[in-house]
């Protein structure tokens, strides 16, 4: 049966090194794209996913993004405070998860920026995610097809769905677009303190447990200042 998140994860802990200068004295979820900041964009998608609440850890600046989010109500926003700790991607989930429950969850990462087909793409992965057979549900770019990203890819993926990493000097079609749906349980063994999510990613994939599903529509990897300007023409040509 599919499962309809009503709580999310929004990772917008991180330095935002790469987006530097404009990330001096900004965290980078609040670098604006597109007339909005990237931590509404993403917030604004989750409340089209009819999720209620969304835990919003934070370390960099992170008074200006409580109190950027302080008045939102659709979706709720939880701030889950790292400011004191580095925690990783992994070990953020980890905090969060008596905020988030025991039921699959969205997970975000705050600076992911993608333009919905015909479908939004949230809606999609809450229909496609199989709790019986997946761990983790990934929303997966073509790198083709996909704006400012010029690697090599994160996984092959299979007719069914089922990711395979991208084995080194491999280049593969997919690239993790930033947004997923996780189950709690999957954190059961979880290391301690500080860990990346890729350590997750890696365990499902082991017992094959990891899938994915092809974005529909136009994924932007908005990684430098740079990159903005790449990002708002597609905005522009998506509203045209």
Known sequence: ?????????????????????????????????????????VLDKLAGAGVGEAVVNVH????QIIAHVATRTRPRVI??????????????????????????????NADTL???????????????????????LLLMAPTTSSIGYGGRGDYAMLPDGALRKRREHQ????????????SPSLFSEAPAGEFSLTKMFDRANEQERLFGLRLDGVWMHVGTPEAIAAAEEAFLESVA
């Open 114 to 136: 993608w333009i919905d087909g015909v479908r939004p793409n949230l809606a999609r992965l809450a229909e496609t995610f199989d709790p019986a057979r997946m761990d983790i």
């Open 171 to 182: 280049v593969v079609p997919f690239v993790y677009a930033g947004a997923a749906i996780m």
């Open 79 to 108: 701030i889950s405070d790292e400011r004191d700790q580095v925690l990783g991607t992994g070990g953020a989930i980890v905090k969060a998860l008596p905020l988030l429950g025991r039921e699959p969850f969205f997970h975000v």
């Open 1 to 41: 049966m599919p499962v309809t998140p009503s709580k999310a994860m929004v990772l917008a802990a991180g330095l935002g090194v790469r987006m530097r200068p404009l990330t001096d004295h900004m965290p980078k979820p609040l670098v604006q794209v597109a007339g909005q900041p990237l931590l509404d964009h």
């Open 60 to 63: 960099y600046l992170p008074d």
